[in-house]
């Protein structure tokens, strides 16, 4: 009885990773799929993706267009992630605040927290003169080529900032951080002034400025970012303005979290 027991466990814990492997395949690059195309993303056989789909569609995981033939993300997906998405702390304390500062800014506002190796953007808001065809939320991002980033892993030892981003460093502009020297320079300029910057490093045209957020120990938890096309932006005149309201919004999130520096100071 216990070996068939086990054996159905392993069954079942094979199908929910290959299920998970095909949910996965769906991207921002590749938001559709045919059945063909997952099957080659995910090495399973055609008959295995073919029964799985069917379940999944069954199941609300994922859409079905018989027309074409494309399946997408389902609607359960989008309620397991607004559910998450509102379990967080972070979220609860700094949506309201981003909200109303992209609306009185008219430039971008974003909230992120840092995964493993990468930043995740959990509250983005669109000011009038910042506008996105599409929203950040859920999204990922580089630790080194973005103000979030650098705000997030200012404190970080800088034996685990190399463990984090490596020795090879992913560049998208001219203007993006090369090594860990340049790194560790930049953060240590996040430190002295509170915020950071990012020109140009990500992408060109746009740049952004970012506070850190702490949680009740002091520990960065987040960070808040105003960012927005450079003539939106406008940093050579601006950036004084911009950074203390930054670290302002950044630092009354902090407070609602339970973060009060007095209390905290030797």
């Given at each position: 009885m216990?070996?068939?027991?086990?054996?159905?466990?392993?069954?079942?814990?094979?199908?929910?990773?290959?299920?998970?492997?095909?949910?996965?395949?769906?991207?921002?690059?590749?938001?559709?799929?045919?059945?063909?195309?997952?099957?080659a993303a995910t090495g399973l056989g055609?008959?295995?993706v073919s029964r799985l789909v069917g379940a999944l569609v069954n199941l609300g995981f994922l859409s079905h267009d018989p027309r074409s033939g494309l399946y997408g993300v389902g609607p359960r997906v989008v309620t397991l992630a607004g559910i998450g998405l509102n379990q967080s702390p972070v979220h609860q304390q700094s949506r309201q605040l981003a909200q109303n500062l992209a609306a009185s800014l008219g430039l971008g506002v974003n909230v992120a927290e840092r995964h493993e190796t990468g930043l995740f953007y959990l509250c983005h808001f669109e000011g009038a003169n910042a506008p996105r065809p599409s929203t950040l939320i859920g999204r990922g991002g580089p630790l080194h080529a973005t103000a979030l980033g650098k705000a997030l892993i200012c404190e970080l030892p800088p034996e685990e900032i190399c463990s984090l981003i490596g020795s090879e460093y992913a560049r998208y502009t001219p203007h993006t951080i090369a090594g860990v020297d340049a790194l560790l320079e930049a953060l240590a300029e996040v430190r002295e002034r509170g915020y950071a910057t990012e020109l140009e490093e990500l992408a060109f045209g746009r740049t952004c400025l970012a506070a850190p957020i702490r949680g009740r120990s002091g520990r960065i938890v987040a960070a808040l970012s105003v960012s927005g096309p450079l003539s939106a932006m406008n940093v050579s005149t601006r950036q004084t303005e911009l950074s203390m309201?930054?670290?302002e919004h950044a630092d009354q999130i902090s407070s609602n979290l339970g973060y009060h520096a007095a209390l905290l100071s030797p």
């Open positions: 216990s070996r068939v027991s086990a054996r159905e466990s392993a069954g079942g814990t094979q199908s929910v990773e290959r299920a998970m492997s095909l949910l996965s395949a769906f991207t921002e690059e590749h938001p559709e799929r045919r059945t063909s195309e997952l099957v055609q008959s295995t309201t930054v670290i």
